[in-house]
């Protein structure tokens, strides 16, 4: 499996303040992506990375912010933190190299509870 | 927009038997990959099996297997021999084939609970 960590792994915070999460990959993956998950819902795309400095939108992107400026490394921002973001965050990586088979590797997860 | 659908919330079976999961999708597309995977209490994500939709054969994994039927757009997964460790929530998804999709549809879950 992919090397794939997230810090921190638990966060409370409170409504307003700016919180960063962070995404480290070993795996030298070009594809990396940031999910939320709740209740009934699944896993939601919030942004993703398809190179260093490459970044677009996914499916729930308003509120959020991404940055990646090594390969490795894929920064999810919640420029102020609402209620409705309280949530389990996790990042995937992909290769998308010729042949491969399009599967995402997932961390293991960031709780975030915004008070 | 792709959509994925798992009308079971929730099942259960006893230890050993064997349980199928429900998925259905909608897409115009005629080229995708489709994806189990399971969580476990721990939160990891892990991938169950995968099927290419240009292939006929069902995809198996050891105890697991899918019925793809493409044409019905459903995607199942069969369960054999359950094992307590197989308790978790199941999810199903959906993703176009392409180098510049990324976006990979996923369904709302089954949590799936073996018994002793």
């Known amino acids: 499996d992919a090397g794939i960590t997230q810090s921190p792994r638990h966060k409370v915070t409170e409504t307003g303040t700016p919180v960063t999460l962070r995404c480290h990959q070993t795996?030298?993956?070009?594809?990396m992506y940031w999910y939320r998950q709740d209740p009934g819902h699944g896993l939601r795309l919030i942004h993703y990375?398809?190179?260093?400095?490459?970044?677009d939108k996914g499916e729930v992107s308003d509120g959020y912010s991404v940055s990646r400026s090594k390969t490795e490394d894929f920064l999810l921002t919640l420029e102020s933190a609402t209620s409705s973001q309280t949530s389990v965050y996790f990042c995937?990586?992909?290769?998308?190299?010729?042949?491969?088979?399009?599967?995402?590797?997932f961390g293991p997860g960031t709780r975030l509870t915004v008070t | 927009a792709q959509t994925v659908t798992q009308s079971q919330p929730e099942m259960s079976v006893q230890e050993a038997e064997t349980v199928t999961l429900s998925c259905t999708y909608d897409?115009?597309?005629?080229?995708?990959?489709l994806f189990w995977y399971k969580q476990p209490p721990s939160r990891q994500m892990i991938l169950v099996i995968r099927?290419?939709?240009?292939?006929?054969q069902n995809a198996t994994e050891n105890r697991f297997s899918v019925n793809f039927q493409k044409a019905a757009k459903s995607f199942s997964l069969k369960i054999s021999d359950s094992q307590l460790g197989d308790t978790a929530m199941y999810f199903c998804?959906?993703?176009?084939?392409?180098?510049?999709?990324?976006?990979?549809?996923f369904g709302a879950g089954t949590r799936l609970t073996v018994k002793p």
């Open positions: 795996e030298n993956h070009r594809y």
């Open positions: 998804a959906f993703m176009k084939h392409g180098p510049n999709n990324n976006d990979m549809r």
């Open positions: 897409t115009s597309e005629s080229n995708y990959y």
């Open positions: 990375s398809y190179g260093v400095k490459d970044t």
């Open positions: 995937a990586t992909t290769s998308r190299a010729r042949g491969s088979s399009y599967e995402q590797y």
């Open positions: 099927q290419e939709a240009y292939k006929q």
